[in-house]
């Protein structure tokens, strides 16, 4: 007992030194980016959208050639090509509206600050609690690729994680319809987590459900409102384009299948599986619900960036959150998976997608075993027999952790 208490002790100091390094070095790796040129970052065309929109009103924030004009006024020296346009939805501009009035480096470091807030906040509602040891996990976060690449650009990937974290916290504490409300960030970046509102449907969470359909309508009818029918087209047609473009789609199926009407048919169909997992699953725990989410839809998007892999981390940590089903093999995966992901830019898209198969298959086989239970387990949404109370819901935390 005393070797292994000490073999444990010892692997949590070398996990934290580990990731101490890690988030130290990529924290200098960002330092440097940004004094080498302060505009190399998508926050410069959220920026530039927001200030086209107070200009010449919200239906223009598309124009490639207001954007243009823009970033030249800016100094940015940023020249419009595949990459370098805005083609985020309105709540980004919208978002960066508040930081209009000054001046950009100050902008980019509070919305860069936001960011690093959200992502405590993600941890703080969703790493797996293993006590003191619980810091391992924000420090691995920070020295972990995704998350500096995203802080780096000032994606806003880190909002949309904390809207999920945010929901399944509410859901946990029988807030349910808040639940749903808190998935309104995903109008910021639909394709981080296009799946778990379905997934909390299918999970006989309805209440859930519904605050998702009422925050993602009301943000999605304001935003057609607010185009009208040019900035629409001009939408739709930017979004048509980045469809066509290779790194858009290099850490997707498309890899392997190439583009074309198989390949949705294959995404439609992980998606589809990824919700049947998570109606199996609602009976371990809502924990899983997520999880299955989050892995089905990263497999399913047929748009990713490296930096959008963060949502596979917060699958990650809640998987690990729902003790004790997160038994030795499922760190030793998660940590694999992690790795996998760490090194795509030497070895490549193929680990990462072939991890996240693995994740959906590892999750078929719990689902496929947990068939045919009947026994409610904390956090899931299993009802019980008719009249009967839900033991499950009984015994879910009535406080955020």
Same mark, same amino acid.
């Given at each position: 007992?005393?070797?292994? $208490?000490?073999?444990? *002790? @010892?692997?949590?100091?070398?996990?934290?030194?580990?990731?101490?390094?890690?988030?130290?070095?990529?924290?200098?790796?960002?330092?440097?980016?940004? =004094?080498?040129?302060?505009?190399?970052?998508?926050?410069?065309?959220?920026?530039?959208?927001?200030?086209?929109?107070?200009?010449?009103?919200?239906?223009?924030?598309?124009?490639?050639?207001?954007?243009?004009?823009?970033?030249?006024?800016?100094?940015?020296?940023?020249?419009?090509?595949?990459?370098?346009?805005?083609? $985020?939805?309105?709540?980004?501009?919208?978002?960066?509206?508040?930081?209009?009035?000054?001046?950009?480096?100050?902008?980019?470091?509070?919305?860069?600050?936001?960011?690093?807030?959200?992502?405590?906040?993600?941890?703080?509602?969703?790493?797996?609690?293993?006590?003191?040891?619980?810091?391992?996990?924000?420090?691995?976060?920070?020295?972990?690729?995704?998350?500096?690449?995203?802080?780096?650009?000032?994606?806003?990937?880190?909002? !949309?994680?904390?809207?999920?974290? &945010?929901?399944? =916290?509410?859901? *946990?504490?029988?807030?349910?319809?808040?639940?749903?409300?808190?998935?309104?960030?995903?109008? +910021?970046?639909?394709?981080?987590?296009?799946?778990?509102?379905?997934? +909390?449907?299918?999970?006989?969470?309805?209440?859930?459900?519904?605050? $998702?359909?009422?925050?993602?309508? !009301? @943000? &999605?009818?304001?935003?057609?409102?607010?185009?009208?029918?040019?900035?629409?087209?001009?939408?739709?047609?930017?979004?048509?384009?980045?469809?066509?473009?290779?790194? *858009?789609?290099?850490?997707?199926?498309?890899?392997?299948?190439?583009?074309?009407?198989?390949?949705?048919?294959?995404?439609?169909?992980?998606?589809?599986?990824?919700?049947?997992?998570?109606?199996?699953?609602?009976?371990?725990?809502?924990?899983?619900?997520?999880?299955?989410?989050?892995? &089905?839809?990263?497999?399913?998007?047929?748009?990713?960036?490296?930096?959008?892999?963060?949502?596979?981390?917060?699958?990650?940590?809640?998987?690990?959150?729902?003790?004790?089903?997160?038994?030795?093999?499922?760190?030793?995966?998660?940590?694999?998976?992690?790795?996998?992901?760490?090194?795509?830019?030497?070895?490549?898209?193929?680990?990462?997608?072939?991890?996240?198969?693995?994740?959906?298959?590892?999750?078929?086989?719990?689902?496929?075993?947990?068939?045919?239970?009947?026994?409610?387990?904390?956090?899931? $949404?299993?009802?019980?027999?008719?009249?009967?109370? *839900?033991?499950?819901?009984?015994?879910?935390?009535?406080?955020?952790?």
């Amino acid at each position: 007992m005393v070797a292994s $208490s000490r073999w444990r *002790n @010892l692997g949590a100091a070398a996990g934290a030194a580990t990731a101490a390094l890690f988030a130290i070095f990529d924290l200098y790796q960002w330092a440097l980016a940004y =004094a080498g040129d302060r505009f190399h970052n998508d926050f410069t065309f959220y920026f530039a959208a927001a200030r086209i929109g107070l200009t010449h009103g919200w239906g223009s924030i598309y124009d490639l050639a207001l954007q243009q004009a823009q970033l030249d006024a800016m100094g940015s020296r940023i020249t419009i090509a595949q990459l370098a346009r805005y083609i $985020s939805p309105p709540p980004v501009a919208w978002s960066a509206l508040p930081f209009t009035a000054l001046p950009y480096e100050v902008a980019y470091w509070i919305w860069s600050a936001l960011l690093l807030a959200a992502l405590g906040a993600t941890w703080w509602l969703a790493a797996p609690d293993v006590g003191r040891a619980r810091v391992i996990f924000l420090a691995a976060a920070l020295g972990w690729l995704p998350v500096i690449y995203g802080l780096q650009l000032g994606q806003p990937g880190l909002f !949309v994680a904390l809207g999920v974290a &945010g929901s399944y =916290a509410l859901l *946990n504490a029988q807030r349910p319809l808040w639940a749903g409300l808190a998935l309104g960030a995903l109008a +910021l970046k639909p394709q981080l987590a296009f799946l778990v509102p379905l997934a +909390l449907l299918v999970a006989r969470e309805y209440r859930a459900f519904l605050g $998702s359909v009422i925050a993602l309508g !009301v @943000l &999605g009818g304001a935003s057609a409102l607010a185009l009208g029918g040019d900035g629409l087209h001009a939408y739709f047609d930017r979004l048509s384009f980045a469809a066509h473009v290779p790194v *858009n789609s290099e850490l997707t199926v498309a890899y392997f299948a190439g583009t074309g009407t198989a390949t949705r048919v294959i995404q439609l169909t992980f998606a589809v599986w990824s919700l049947g997992l998570a109606s199996l699953m609602r009976r371990r725990g809502i924990e899983w619900v997520y999880a299955c989410a989050l892995v &089905g839809g990263m497999v399913a998007t047929p748009y990713v960036h490296l930096d959008d892999l963060v949502m596979l981390g917060l699958a990650a940590w809640l998987v690990l959150r729902a003790r004790p089903a997160a038994g030795v093999w499922t760190w030793v995966y998660a940590l694999a998976a992690v790795l996998a992901v760490e090194g795509e830019p030497i070895w490549g898209p193929m680990p990462v997608i072939l991890a996240e198969f693995g994740a959906l298959i590892l999750l078929s086989g719990l689902a496929l075993k947990t068939g045919g239970w009947t026994e409610a387990r904390p956090g899931s $949404s299993y009802e019980g027999a008719p009249g009967e109370p *839900n033991p499950a819901r009984l015994a879910r935390r009535t406080t955020l952790p």
